[in-house]
């Protein structure tokens, strides 16, 4: 009995790791909020800034076809110039998926070809498979679908999409 007695009491003797760390207090969170967090993530630079507002185009103050949240995403990466206009391409083609006149075949798939050229471009702009500037391809489809309304106008223009073909096109695509 003396023996399991003193066990026990070794046994709350032991080191504390969290000693020293305080605790937090029932009046501040010990964690951020999600919305917390994506914001401390975008002020540090971590991620994008992307503007969440209602609508398919938001702001585009130069006119360029793509969100400037989006433009200053594109002039924030380590790309060439070149590189840098391919996705600003890509970016206005998928812009032009959120908007276009869905119940016209004729603009569905010329937007998606636009699409498609832009990505031909991106990868003409690329040194390789493993180059950075081909999985800027599935970032600036993210970022341009950021938020609830804009993902569901995009998978109706995929759904418009669906039972057509494209090819990969010929030469030169980059505007």
């Not at 003396?2 to 032991?14: E, P, Q, V």
């Not at 832009?118 to 500037?133: R, T």
């Amino acid at each position: 009995m003396a023996a399991s007695a003193a066990i026990f009491a070794l046994t709350g003797c032991g080191t504390d790791s969290n000693a020293g760390t305080p605790t937090p207090t029932p009046s501040a969170p010990a964690t951020l909020t999600p919305i917390q967090k994506i914001t401390a993530l975008e002020t540090s630079g971590t991620i994008p800034a992307l503007n969440r507002t209602s609508g398919m185009l938001p702001n585009d103050v130069d006119s360029n076809g793509v969100r400037d949240d989006i433009d200053a995403y594109i002039a924030s990466r380590p790309f060439t110039a070149n590189g840098k206009r391919a996705l600003t391409q890509l970016a206005r083609g998928m812009q032009n998926s959120l908007t276009v006149d869905l119940t016209k075949p004729d603009q569905v798939n010329n937007t998606a070809m636009s699409v498609t050229r832009a990505i031909n471009c991106v990868f003409a702009q690329a040194s390789g498979e493993a180059d950075p500037l081909t999985n800027a391809v599935q970032d600036i489809q993210s970022v341009t679908t950021n938020t609830k309304e804009r993902l569901v106008e995009y998978m109706k223009y995929n759904k418009a999409l669906d039972g057509s073909v494209s090819s990969v096109p010929a030469g030169d695509t980059c505007e």
